[in-house]
């Protein structure tokens, strides 16, 4: 552990990147996934179990958090960590995405964004100062920027004005953080999906010289192909000592293909999601355990994963709970998921150690090609 942030790039394999994110509340091996706690929980799970799955970071939501418990509130008991008895890294999202996706209810100009919460129609300001100050009484160790995410497909003209009012409110947020020790503020990369606008971004925020840059805006409805795309042109602008965090991403294939392209960071609300909903994402591929076919299948999961919930329940029985709705059945398949994402996570860190990132890719893709049949 360090006393001050600081990232290590130890060793890259083609564009993939193997590293260390050091600060005072823990290490964090990257490429790394962060599980997504939106109002202080990982949906179904106990975070004791989220940390034994591998999880260094878990994110927090800057929008939710703020209407319940409320910042101020959460401040007054200690801070995040201390409330929710999670005493590694917390990054924070800033609350514009979720902000932004309120539509008819907010009204945005220069200054920030005004909204009604989903919750009892109470009107907020959102500033960028305001969204640093709030995520400062939460006491999160990795602080968002406060940015405007514009939804695609939209005119370029429209994600244009977008990306100039995000890079302002990064130089406002970068000024409002100012130099917390073993703390980090991370600017947001925008400009949707036109090649120009994201070099621009890149480019600006490079210069305000912060301690990580992240790349939003895509995960909103984009084909892969464009996503992988627009990483490529932007990738290449940011600094190399710097980590590289794609913000709402993603899927399992999604993160290795970003990976291959050199990002550090990713979260994801899709392990949990999927798995309350019976979706297993597995070394085979994606199972649905509602399917008739696993209704007397006595075989786990993956009897070599080392996560009980993967290893020690039959899928006969996770069917059963999924289709009878019993809040048991979304707490395993959430876990056995989460698990999955780490081994992942894990085999990547690894294959990168030892040069062999491409292979282990094209092995990954094989066995999920392959898929999750008895027979196979």
């Not at 996706?101 to 009107?123: A, C, I, P």
């Not at 949990?272 to 019976?278: A, I, N």
Request: with cysteine; net charge negative.
């Amino acid at each position: 552990m360090s006393e001050s942030f600081q990232f290590h790039l130890k060793k890259t394999d083609g564009g993939a990147r193997l590293g260390e994110v050091s600060m005072p509340r823990g290490t964090i091996r990257t490429p790394a996934f962060m599980p997504v706690g939106t109002v202080g929980t990982v949906k179904a799970m106990y975070l004791d179990q989220v940390r034994e799955t591998g999880a260094d970071i878990i994110l927090g939501n800057t929008y939710h958090l703020m209407l319940r418990p409320t910042a101020e509130r959460v401040a007054r008991l200690g801070g995040l960590h201390e409330l929710i008895r999670w005493q590694h890294p917390i990054l924070t999202d800033s609350g514009g995405f979720q902000v932004m996706s309120l539509s008819g209810l907010r009204k945005l100009d220069e200054q920030g964004v005004t909204f009604k919460s989903h919750v009892d129609g109470s009107t907020h300001h959102m500033s960028p100062e305001r969204s640093i100050e709030i995520q400062g009484l939460l006491g999160s160790d990795i602080q968002m920027q406060l940015d405007e995410c514009v939804a695609l497909p939209a005119t370029p003209k429209e994600i244009e004005r977008a990306m100039e009012l995000s890079l302002r409110w990064a130089e406002r947020c970068k000024v409002a953080f100012g130099d917390q020790l073993g703390k980090a503020m991370f600017g947001i990369v925008q400009g949707g999906d036109v090649p120009e606008l994201r070099v621009r971004s890149a480019q600006a925020l490079r210069e305000m010289d912060l301690k990580g840059y992240a790349v939003g805006g895509l995960a909103v409805g984009e084909p892969q192909d464009v996503m992988l795309r627009m990483l490529e042109l932007t990738l290449p602008e940011l600094p190399s000592d710097k980590p590289r965090y794609l913000m709402g991403v993603g899927t399992p294939d999604d993160i290795l293909k970003s990976v291959a392209r050199g990002i550090d960071m990713f979260d994801c609300v899709m392990p949990t999601r999927s798995g309350r909903h019976g979706l297993a994402f597995t070394r085979r591929g994606k199972v649905n355990i509602r399917n008739a076919r696993h209704a007397e299948d006595m075989r786990p999961l993956d009897d070599q994963s080392n996560c009980p919930a993967s290893r020690d329940y039959s899928r006969a029985y996770l069917h059963h709970l999924v289709r009878a709705n019993e809040a048991l059945g979304g707490m395993l398949l959430s876990w056995h998921n989460l698990a999955y994402y780490q081994e992942l996570m894990q085999g990547i860190r690894q294959a990168i150690a030892e040069g062999r990132f491409a292979d282990f890719m094209a092995e990954t893709q094989e066995n999920w090609a392959r898929g999750d049949l008895e027979s196979a």
